[in-house]
């Protein structure tokens, strides 16, 4: 089993990054699949996820209306899209596979963003 974020970076704010969370050995279309951030010094957070059909999506408070959370199960692969980016975006993003049915989950092992001028 495999999820690998990419398309993480430096980015001024006001930029955008698209990322991208790959997936291998487990039934991706399956998975409802999520986008966590944890900042230094805090705790894990939820920022979007889907469901396993890509029909219903949600978003913390704090990024609605900039980033959105898709998904390609021909690809096995999970992207989000973040816009207007701010500094308080900074965190290391990691993507997470659920399957709450047979209680089970899968994290990638997370990447780096960085908002900053």
């Known amino acids: 089993v495999q999820l690998v974020e990419s398309g993480g970076g430096l980015v001024q704010p006001g930029g955008s990054l698209r990322l991208s969370c790959a997936a291998s050995?487990?039934?991706?279309?399956?998975?409802?699949m999520s986008w966590y951030r944890q900042a230094p010094g805090k705790e894990r957070e939820l920022v979007a996820s889907?469901?396993?059909?890509?029909?219903?999506?949600n978003y913390a408070d704090s990024v609605k209306g900039r980033f959105t959370i898709s998904r390609d199960n021909a690809k096995k692969t999970v992207y989000l899209q973040m816009n207007s980016l701010k500094p308080e975006d900074t965190a290391v993003y990691h993507c997470?596979?659920?399957?709450?049915?047979?209680?089970?989950?899968?994290w990638g092992q997370g990447i780096q963003v960085i908002v900053s001028s």
């Open positions: 997470k596979a659920n399957w709450a049915l047979i209680n089970r989950a899968y």
């Open positions: 050995g487990f039934a991706f279309s399956r998975y409802a």
């Open positions: 889907i469901l396993s059909d890509g029909g219903s999506t």
